[in-house]
């Protein structure tokens, strides 16, 4: 079965072309130059496309891709270790301490309260030092590419945003055959109920 190349030669066979410009010294030839292109062209028109037609046509990303941080915010806990630890001091966060109330007669425990969380994406740099610091599990990397703005002022994205792209987060990958996932440790076993103190006698009885 004859390729498309096989049909290409037949067209413009390129022992004719070789002798239209046998060295670089013989240029004068009006058009060589042209045919040239043209069976360059003809070559590559009917082989299937390798790039995709983006955004009319959207590929599925690599299952370890980094496309952005997505931010887990019930998990946030306030403790800034990811803002001190990114060198590029692009991660803006701001909140504030709240009591909650006493139970069973207990002190009432005071807690931070997220109020702002914010990664300016013109200044990161993608190292994922974030995500690995962050002790409670609140930011991962999530597979959403389509967040270019027109404005550079406008690359800060908010909470809001960082959270709705949880929903592009994949599951975590499985463990390779032989590897050991992380210990579990087990419960303690509760305390046995101390036994009730035997009641005082009663004087005269």
């Not at 003809?42 to 955004?55: D, E, F, G």
């Not at 887990?72 to 990811?82: A, D, I």
């Not at 504030?96 to 069973?104: F, G, L, M, P, Q």
Request: proline share 8%.
């Amino acid at each position: 079965m004859a390729t498309t190349e096989d049909r290409i030669d037949e067209l413009v066979p390129r022992d004719a072309l070789k002798t239209l410009s046998p060295g670089r010294d013989k240029r004068t030839t009006f058009g060589i130059g042209l045919i040239k292109g043209l069976a360059v062209t003809l070559r590559h028109m009917l082989k299937p496309a390798i790039t995709i037609q983006y955004p009319d046509e959207i590929d599925e990303l690599p299952a370890r891709s980094r496309g952005v941080i997505a931010l887990k915010e019930e998990n946030c806990t306030v403790c800034m270790l990811c803002a001190r630890e990114c060198p590029d001091w692009c991660i803006y966060i701001e909140g504030h301490k709240e009591a909650r109330e006493s139970v069973a007669g207990k002190r009432a425990k005071k807690f931070n309260v997220l109020d702002r969380f914010a990664i300016d994406y013109a200044l990161c740099m993608y190292c994922g030092i974030c995500v690995e610091v962050c002790p409670y599990d609140a930011l991962f990397w999530g597979q959403e590419d389509n967040y270019s703005e027109h404005d550079v002022l406008q690359l800060t994205h908010e909470k809001e945003t960082l959270n709705q792209w949880m929903y592009n987060v994949p599951p975590p990958v499985e463990l390779e055959l032989g590897a050991m996932g992380p210990e579990v440790k087990p419960l303690p076993a509760a305390a046995p109920a101390a036994e009730a103190a035997p009641a005082p006698a009663k004087e005269g009885a």
